[in-house]
Nanobody, 129 residues
Framework: QVQVVDSGGGSVRAGESLKLSCRVS????????MGWWRQAPGKEREGVAG???????YYADPVKGRFATSIDIAKNTLYLQMNNLKPEDTAMYFC???????????????????????WGQGVQVTVSS
């Protein structure tokens, strides 16, 4: 059974950084794709970043140049480094994982993929001005 645990949220000021973690168990790296999504109060959930099963990363326009993904294969953990945070980045962040054969084949589709089979519990990120 695949399980995902998010961690690393917090409260920061604009311009500061946070690093989110997404630890995956029950599936080996290279067999799944994953995505980071966020949902702000009163807004729809939106895709922020995605990593395909080959380790390629994709980013939504609002976070390009500020957010970056990385992977610790030994820990089967994926990270989202968020730099130069803005108040509009305030949201609950979730990571989702799905087996690679279920994943979309291109980056744009991956960023819009809502049907991950397993989601983390979410972490709150709050950015004050």
């Amino acid at each position: 059974q695949v399980q995902v645990v998010d961690s690393g949220g917090g409260s920061v000021r604009a311009g500061e950084s946070l690093k989110l973690s997404c630890r995956v168990s029950g599936a080996a790296y290279g067999t799944y794709c994953m995505g980071w999504w966020r949902q702000a109060p009163g807004k729809e959930r939106e895709g922020v970043a995605g990593i395909d099963a080959d380790g390629r990363s994709y980013y939504a326009d609002p976070v390009k140049g500020r957010f970056a993904t990385s992977i610790d294969i030994a820990k089967n953990t994926l990270y989202l480094q968020m730099n130069n945070l803005k108040p509009e980045d305030t949201a609950m962040y979730f990571c989702g994982v799905d087996f690679s054969f279920l994943c979309p084949g291109d980056g744009t589709a991956l960023l819009n993929y809502r049907d991950f089979g397993t989601w983390g519990q979410g972490v709150q990120v709050t950015v004050s001005s």
